[in-house]
């Protein structure tokens, strides 16, 4: 449950609200646009099996500030593991360093709300707080459940990582506000083998809930079938083809096709240097018509929701495509000063270690009209892609690929052989534009969706119903 | 923390954990500081500092079958924190399982402290004005480079101090000092509605040995503009050949496929192929944990083992794996000394400083005997499954026709199986450079699908 911030800072590191003002008037002597504290402490716990064992347990405690000051486009950061009145004013000695203003910019009043206006994620019990035992049996309970699927289960490398982490920030504008993170996730993975041939099958879930979900298990066994499933389906896979074809997009994981193509492309960072591919574009059509593209911090319990993000600004629900016309970025605080709009709640730093900027949260596309067995059935040549590993994105170019692991040719509406995995590339400023069916099953992923941008990682959410692609790129090897 | 203290904060670690009941223990205890600074047109984006110290611990409790193990880590280096972290190591190690596999390693532990020129002492004091210059003068140099240079990322460099400590319940202690100076510059590029970024960059353990500052920025820019007006091709079978920025990662995932756990693990297409032929004759692949200088170099890796050089492909001979004590005992052989490991886990096989050993012919010579096919100068995209081989990224380069550079491409895929690729590497450059710690020139292979238009 949440706490008002400055108990928490105080029982914490001892320090107390005239600390924070003393650090941020430390900032704030020379001229700057905005300082701000972020401190962070958590834990993180993983337990992993393999060859039917859990071979390793390990536990991570993490506590540091990161202070930042802005001015104009410039800022200054410094970080420290060391929580204490003398090293915060050390670090935001150097962190004003920036600022070539001789000035002292205002005086700092600390004014709260203290506690997130809502809680998308209460525990009752941190999940780094359950006992380890509950932890590794589940990982045997899952070994021997895999194995029993189906004889030619070879290897079962399975996983539980638990997280809590619990932010706080300060900043000269008078921001005060902590939040509590929960974070849970479960990794299976198998590998099949058949003769001479071996293939492997990944599932995951998570989000921001109490352990003692993934614990149950209705919900890791239908979770470790689908490994199974798709091991021993890649099994009898074929050449996936080469070459550029209509593609149908199952719902739920296969958004990361939203994520790569048009997701970072739409953060304001690269937008207000004119680096994006779609910079200047609001307003103008990026995708076919009833193509609507939304970036939701706000949804309960999901793994890239947050209730404040690291900057302290409320998430929210920011529609970022609109019937196929582009509408808007996502903001942290810096690029929305500098754009002159509102910030959106997407300011994100992997830890204290970063400084913060604009980063998705769960992205997904509206449901369309369609049935799904229809689009199927209007395809005459084409591939059908079920579920995805990663992708990535040239921001500059607008080229984006994602990669396949489940999928089945499509021959005259239907759905026929599984094909090997392949990188489908694309290109993100018109990929929208060849959209020509929009499923009515919008899901969002499991929940283990993981970002990258410039060294930091954070996690996400995406999600897509059904979905026709005319004409992208697949690249198999078969004719 | 001083040399002295950071010592103590190591004995204190392995301490406690044999107090709590460790049968054996190993402490790791990295105190390093960093900057880092942007420049983008004239403007300092952000400088960065910090100061980091973190303390590893793995703790060892005998069972009857083996030991269980644990590990744990914190930046709360108190005397009472790193107490009750060793405590909760022991604990957390008590509830795996017993493995007949996990330990210390039983070989000899480095007795040398060999000097591997890892810093320059008159670096230390790194002058932070003297850094940003050098990304300033790197991101002028790419916009000076070309009209059509009108924007960019920015240009960037870091430097970071590190001392490592670490010690074991079998008694070997060690530290050493490093440090690692990097620069790099992304620009890009305008002409026509196109719109294309690249990037260059240097990396190296002394400032000195960086590449200039006004090259790494023109090298970066005619990246940038050579790739202006990029177009698809069809989907066509031709050779590929990868440049000194791409090549290495194919490298990375021979890597993946010959490191001990995706061995013992059977998640490696190669896991049984030790001694086989699996790459063409023109491939010799080494590791060297020794190379002066080196990006990936340490007098000895995460379980106090002696660094070596390891011969892991010899003409086209599978010659070793590359091994921690772990995945060394589940095969039946010997630790390479290949252990990597940072304060937040456990010890794990890595490569150190890995190269492909290098030919006669430079690129130039390498486009003219093509002919007609495809220069990769960027892949994206994480397609590669070790445990199949199988290989599918996304692509941009050059189109070679005639055996010069025709066009620029994009939005092409290129796909293979990378056993079949080792096997089909018929030519490789001379124009090694280490841009990281796993380096290769030029390299050909002979056939591959390209997907297209």
Redesign the interface.
């Known amino acids: 449950m949440n706490q008002d911030a400055l108990a928490l800072l105080h029982g914490r590191f001892g320090l107390d609200d005239r600390s924070l003002v003393a650090t941020l008037d430390t900032a704030l002597e020379r001229t700057v646009d905005h300082a701000e504290l972020f401190f962070e402490f958590g834990t993180q716990d993983a ?1 992993s099996l ?2 039917g ?12 500030v990161g202070v930042r000051a802005v001015a ?10 060391e929580v204490t009145l003398e090293s915060l004013k050390l670090a935001a000695a ?1 962190a004003r ?2 600022s070539e203003g001789a000035g002292r910019t205002r005086a700092v009043a600390i004014a709260g709300p203290g506690r997130p206006a809502r809680d998308l994620y209460p525990v009752a019990l941190a999940p780094t707080d359950v006992a ?2 509950r932890k ?1 049996a589940l990982l045997s309970d899952i070994d021997v459940h895999a194995r029993r699927l189906d004889p030619r289960v ?2 079962v ?1 399975a996983s539980v990582v638990c997280q809590h982490r619990c932010v706080l920030v300060a900043a000269s504008d008078g921001t005060l506000v902590a939040d509590q993170q929960p974070l849970v996730r479960l990794n299976v993975q198998v ?1 099949a ?1 058949d003769g001479a ?4 099958g990944y599932q995951g879930m998570g989000g921001r809930f109490e352990l003692a979900r993934l614990l149950d298990p209705q919900a890791w066994q239908p979770l470790v079938a689908e490994a199974v499933r798709v091991a021993t389906l890649n099994l009898g896979a074929q050449e ?1 083809p ?3 074809l209509d593609v149908v997009l199952g719902p739920g994981w296969p958004g990361v096709l939203l994520h790569e193509a048009v997701g970072h492309g739409l953060e304001g960072d690269f937008n207000r ?3 994006s ?1 779609f910079h200047d574009r609001l307003g103008q059509r990026v995708a076919a018509p009833g193509v609507t593209v939304i970036d939701d911090g706000t949804l309960p319990e999901r793994r890239g929701s947050l209730n404040v993000d690291d900057e302290g600004t409320p998430t929210q629900r920011t529609v970022l495509i609109e019937d196929g016309i582009l509408r808007g970025y996502l903001q942290d605080r810096l690029n929305a000063r500098l754009m002159g709009v509102p910030p959106t709640g997407n300011g994100r730093r992997e830890s204290y ?1 970063h ?1 913060p900027m604009p980063r998705m949260t769960n992205t997904f596309m509206l449901a369309g009209p369609d049935e799904p067995a229809d689009i199927l059935r209007g395809v005459s040549h084409g591939l059908y892609a079920v579920s995805f ?6 921001i ?2 607008g ?5 396949a692991n489940e999928a089945y040719r499509i021959e005259n509406g239907r759905v026929g052989a599984p094909v ?8 993100g400023p018109d990929v929208l534009t060849r959209v020509v069916r929009i499923g009515n099953d919008l899901a969002l992923d499991r929940g283990v969706g993981t970002c990258g941008k410039d060294g930091q990682s954070v996690p996400v959410g995406v999600g897509l119903p059904t979905l026709r692609v005319n004409g992208l ?5 078969a ?1 | 923390v001083s040399g002295a203290d950071a010592g103590d904060v190591v004995e204190r670690a392995l301490s406690a954990a044999v107090r709590a009941g460790a049968d054996a223990a190993d402490a790791l205890l990295v105190d390093s500081d960093e900057l880092e600074a942007r420049v983008r047109d004239r403007d300092v984006e952000f400088v960065k500092r910090s100061r980091e110290r973190r303390l590893g611990i793995r703790a060892l409790v005998r069972g009857a079958r083996g030991l269980r193990s644990a590990v744990t880590s914190t930046s709360d280096l108190s005397p009472a924190a790193v107490d009750r972290l060793a405590a909760d190591t022991a604990a957390l190690a008590r509830a795996t399982a017993e493995d007949p596999a996990a330990g210390l390693p039983e070989q000899p532990y480095a007795a040398d402290a060999p000097d591997l020129a890892l810093f320059d002492p008159a670096d230390r004091d790194v002058d932070v004005e003297a850094r940003i210059d050098a990304a300033r003068r790197a991101e002028t140099a790419a916009r000076a480079a070309d009209a059509r240079i009108e924007n960019s990322e920015g240009s960037q460099v870091d430097s970071s101090f590190a001392q490592v400590h670490y010690g074991d319940t079998r008694g070997f202690r060690g530290r050493y000092a490093a440090a690692s100076h990097g620069l790099s510059s992304e620009p890009v590029a305008r002409a026509n509605g196109s719109m294309q970024r690249d990037h260059w960059q240097t990396r190296a353990r002394r400032l000195r040995d960086l590449e200039s500052a006004e090259a790494v920025g023109r090298r970066a820019a005619l990246r940038a503009v050579r790739r202006l007006g990029g177009r698809r091709v069809a989907t066509c079978q031709v050779p590929v050949l990868f440049d000194p920025v791409t090549a290495p990662s194919l490298l990375g995932h021979l890597v993946a496929c010959v490191s001990g756990q995706s061995v013992y693990r059977g998640t490696s297409f190669l896991a049984s192929r030790m001694g086989d032929t699996i790459a063409s004759e023109r491939v010799t692949v080494i590791d060297d944990g020794r190379r002066p200088g080196g990006l990936g170099s340490r007098p000895f890796d995460g379980e106090g083992q002696p660094t070596r050089r390891t011969a892991v492909v010899t003409r086209g001979r599978l010659a070793s794996w590359l091994l921690d004590a772990y995945s060394a005992r589940k095969l039946g052989t010997a630790t390479t000394g290949n252990a990597a490991r940072g304060p937040g886990g456990a010890p794990a096989a890595a490569p150190t400083n890995l190269w492909l050993e290098p030919g006669e012919a430079t690129l130039d010579e390498l486009i003219v005997s093509t002919g007609r096919g495809l220069l990769v100068t960027e892949l994206i995209g994480m397609g590669f499954n070790p445990v199949t081989g199988d290989y599918s990224r996304g692509a941009a380069g050059l189109w070679i026709e005639g055996g010069e550079i025709a066009h620029p491409v994009e939005e092409i895929t290129i796909a293979g199986n990378l056993g079949r690729m080792l096997l089909d590497i018929d030519a490789v450059g001379s124009d090694l450079v280490w841009l990281s710690r796993v380096a290769s020139p030029s390299l050909r292979i002979a056939n591959l699908t390209v997907a297209g238009a």
Do not use: P
């Open positions: 337990v393999e060859e064992i859990v071979k390793s347990g390990d536990r991570h405690l993490q506590q540091g104009g486009e410039r800022q200054g950061y410094a970080h420290s593991d150097t360093a920036i380890i035992e590794t070879q290897q490398m590998v083998g041939r071996r293939e492997v996936c080469a070459g550029t240097k004119r680096t591919a270690h400084l590993g990663g992708g990535q994105v040239d500059t170019s080229k984006f690929v994602f990669t090997k995995g392949a990188t489908l590339i694309g290109n790129t697949v690249g198999g090897t004719s």
